[in-house]
């Protein structure tokens, strides 16, 4: 009893959105004056409007200048890439279609749509939702997170598979971590032609690192009174030969 996960909520769209946003570090733009690539050049402000600063010769910047109202009308696309090498590295696309508006020497963008492609599928997210809405605490962390956990506690990796149903790792060859948030911890399952994620829930949210190191420490006090499924028995009897 009180052991047991009962924390099982995920990122709403909204907030994975904005947490695709404050992660990501570069973006494609494709307005009238074309398609461009921009890395490191995007800001977000707290409504959900992206600040982009671009180069004086840019076609998005001559554009803005250039349109009739003064509103180029754009696409905004982020991907949201695993930091740790997994097979099928993107999480998931965030597309924002709106309005550019040029403000204090940059180029401001009002969204006007919000689409959030997930594995499950798209969801068109609502406007109000998405400006009110904040990132995930753990969002510019994760990478570093997920990078240490991978590379330097690849045991603890194993420990958390048994807390993974056995038939979701038969055929396994390797099981990474592919995503951190307040809400839990994802591992990506791979086998020999096919992929699969499993997520852990944490028994109650964590906002800050310091909360993430209890919840895991959690997981894994709860994966070694755990017994090793089968299925990853096979594997690492395979293995030795």
């Given at each position: 009893m009180g052991d047991s996960h009962t924390w099982t909520a995920a990122p709403a769209a909204a907030e994975?959105?904005?947490?695709?946003?404050?992660?990501?570090?570069?973006?494609?733009?494709?307005?009238?004056?074309?398609?461009?690539e921009f890395v490191g050049a995007?800001?977000?402000?707290?409504?959900?409007?992206?600040?982009?600063?671009?180069p004086e010769d840019s076609a998005l910047l001559a554009a803005a200048i250039c349109a009739p109202r003064g509103e180029p009308s754009a696409v905004l696309e982020f991907a949201d890439v695993a930091p740790v090498p997994v097979r099928g590295r993107i999480r998931a696309r965030l597309w924002l279609a709106g309005w550019f508006a040029p403000e204090d020497g940059h180029l401001?963008?009002?969204?006007?749509?919000?689409?959030?492609?997930?594995?499950?599928?798209?969801?068109?997210?609502?406007?109000?939702?998405?400006?009110?809405?904040?990132?995930d605490p753990l969002a510019t962390a994760e990478a570093r997170l997920?990078?240490?956990?991978?590379?330097?506690?690849?045991?603890?990796?194993?420990?958390?598979?048994?807390?993974?149903?056995?038939?979701?790792?038969h055929g396994a060859v390797r099981v990474r971590p592919l995503a951190v948030d307040r809400h839990g911890l994802t591992l990506r399952i791979e086998r020999a032609r096919a992929h699969?994620?499993?997520?852990?829930?944490?028994h109650a949210p964590a906002d800050d690192v310091a909360q993430l190191t209890e919840r895991?420490?959690?997981?894994l006090t709860q994966a070694s009174a755990a017994s090793c499924p089968r299925a990853l028995q096979r594997q690492r009897t395979d293995g030795d030969g």
């Open positions: 994975q959105a904005r947490s695709v946003l404050a992660a990501a570090w570069s973006c494609a733009v494709t307005a009238e004056g074309g398609r461009e995007h800001t977000v402000a707290d409504d959900g409007r992206v600040l982009l600063h671009v401001v963008f009002r969204p006007t749509r919000v689409v959030l492609r997930r594995p499950s599928g798209a969801v068109v997210v609502d406007l109000d939702e998405f400006a009110t809405a904040a990132p997920l990078t240490h956990l991978a590379d330097c506690h690849g045991d603890a990796v194993e420990r958390l598979t048994r807390l993974v149903d056995a038939d979701s790792l699969g994620d499993v997520r852990l829930p944490f895991m420490h959690v997981l």
